[in-house]
């Protein structure tokens, strides 16, 4: 199974983890493919510093460790990226968001997400675990907080395919390419979704027209049961 990533993507995956486009509500302007985990694209500025290319690395180890549930590692790796770099502002945003969410999962491990940005990373976890029924539960909810949320419709999507459930998956995917169309072109690499290559609806949604995108955005999404 592909894991997946936050940020549009050459392939979905970075550091064996789901991550979302950046029209998700975290850390990036258009930042949970499934929680923004990757590290941002460098800008012309950055691409000039030698030290980037180690932030980055010490940010994916805080990840990893996070993934791992190694909260307090996980701390002091994410805290080191913001002392030991403090010109490396792009990342900062990032880290700061996974601190928080370190310091609530050491501080009471039951604590369930609250946030948009908490739960889109808690389905990120839970389909890269192959954890559906828990991963639709955290979406739903993003859903409804936010019916707009073009990377929830999204992961939606995925995880529905992953549960054989074809008609709910294309539903949400033609709602989430018509919302973003950067979702389209995610879509067609996106291994977790290669049970729906043979599907009429999948392949329309993947090359419907500007005006059917357009009525697509005023199509309210319905999966099984009205969920």
Known sequence: MAKH???????????????????????????PRKADIGPPAPSTSTSRRSTYCE????????????????????IQLLHSVLT?????????ERV??????????????????????????????????????DALKHLRLVRDEDPDNDHALYMLAVA???????????????????????NRSLARQDDDLDPLRDDDAFRAALEASPA??????RRPVKGKSGQ
């Open 55 to 74: 932030a980055v690395a010490l940010y994916e180890r805080g990840l990893e460790a996070l993934q791992r549930h190694e909260y307090e590692n996980a």
């Open 212 to 217: 059917t995108r357009a009525a697509d955005r």
């Open 160 to 182: 529905h395919t992953q549960r054989g459930e074809f008609a709910e998956a294309v539903a949400h995917l033609e709602r989430a390419v018509a919302l973003n169309p950067e």
């Open 96 to 133: 700061r968001l996974y601190l928080n969410v370190c310091q609530r999962q050491a501080t009471n491990r039951d604590d369930s997400p609250t946030t948009i940005a908490e739960r889109l990373f808690a389905a990120t976890l839970a389909i890269n675990g192959g954890r559906y029924d």
């Open 5 to 31: 990533r936050t940020q549009p993507k050459a392939k979905p995956q970075e550091n064996g983890v789901r991550t979302p486009p950046p029209s998700a509500a975290s850390p990036s302007a258009r930042t």
């Open 84 to 92: 030991t770099f403090p010109d490396e502002k792009e990342l900062h």
